[in-house]
């Protein structure tokens, strides 16, 4: 069965510090990984994927993210951190399967906290 | 291009009742998925649609239960509502299988 885990239910950063939120996965075939961002009472709104190719993945609102296979994480990183970036964060993995059968499987989430 | 929509936004339903929540995809996708999302947790996938047909099902009873219509907007029913079943209910939609997904604002149900 697939999985993800994100093993902070928050992160604090000071505004202008990198931030890093974890995100670790276990999936029996290839992985397709999100992030997804949700501010309150708001549905999710896609940052960025990775699928194949480059693993430092560039999403929107200048996040970006690395994928590791050996370690299999998937951490999502910005070099500067934005007071407006406070929100909670998911990750996400897909596991494709011919046929196109899909489950995707959310953490549960990571608090981010942008300190002024 | 107007996003992916959910109605009703709210919604308040006692125990044993029935709800239907409506998903209108973005347009040209042709792919829709549930989640439900309880207070304090990551989005639980219910099911998957495309082309009208299901293409995943997540670990949830029988009395939940969704389709997809024609023009690609879908539907999902809970059947005998339980208290349990208060949580926000998202639409996802997507171009094909497997694609990035969008998602809606959400229906935030209430079971008293």
């Known amino acids: 069965a697939q999985s993800v885990a994100q093993p902070e239910d928050q992160v604090n950063v000071a505004e202008g510090n990198p931030l890093t939120v974890k995100c670790t996965y276990s999936?029996?075939?290839?992985?397709?990984l999100f992030w997804y961002v949700q501010y309150p009472n708001r549905g999710l709104q896609f940052l960025l994927k990775?699928?194949?190719?480059?693993?430092l993945v560039k999403g929107s609102y200048g996040f970006e993210a690395e994928f590791n296979k050996s370690q299999t994480s998937f951490h999502l990183k910005k070099p500067s951190a934005l007071v407006s970036d406070s929100a909670l964060y998911f990750c996400?993995?897909?596991?494709?399967?011919?046929?196109?059968?899909?489950?995707?499987?959310f953490g549960t989430g990571t608090k981010l906290q942008v300190i002024p | 291009d107007a996003g992916v929509t959910q109605s009703p936004t709210h919604l308040i339903k006692t125990r044993g009742q029935h709800v239907t929540l409506r998903c209108s995809p973005i347009?040209?996708?042709?792919?829709v998925s549930w989640y439900q999302q309880v207070l304090g947790q990551g989005p639980q996938f219910i099911f998957q649609?495309?082309?009208?047909?299901?293409?995943g099902r997540g670990n949830f009873p029988d009395r939940f239960s969704a389709r997809q219509f024609p023009n690609y907007s879908s539907e999902l029913n809970v059947n005998a509502l339980l208290l349990g079943d208060s949580a926000l209910y998202l639409c996802?939609?997507?171009?094909?299988?497997?694609?990035?997904?969008?998602f809606g604002p959400g229906t935030r149900l209430l079971v008293l």
């Open positions: 996802a939609s997507s171009l094909k299988v497997p694609e990035t997904q969008y």
């Open positions: 999936v029996s075939g290839n992985p397709y």
């Open positions: 990775y699928i194949t190719g480059d693993n």
């Open positions: 996400a993995v897909r596991d494709y399967r011919s046929g196109g059968y899909q489950k995707v499987t």
């Open positions: 347009s040209g996708h042709k792919s």
């Open positions: 649609y495309y082309e009208k047909e299901e293409r």
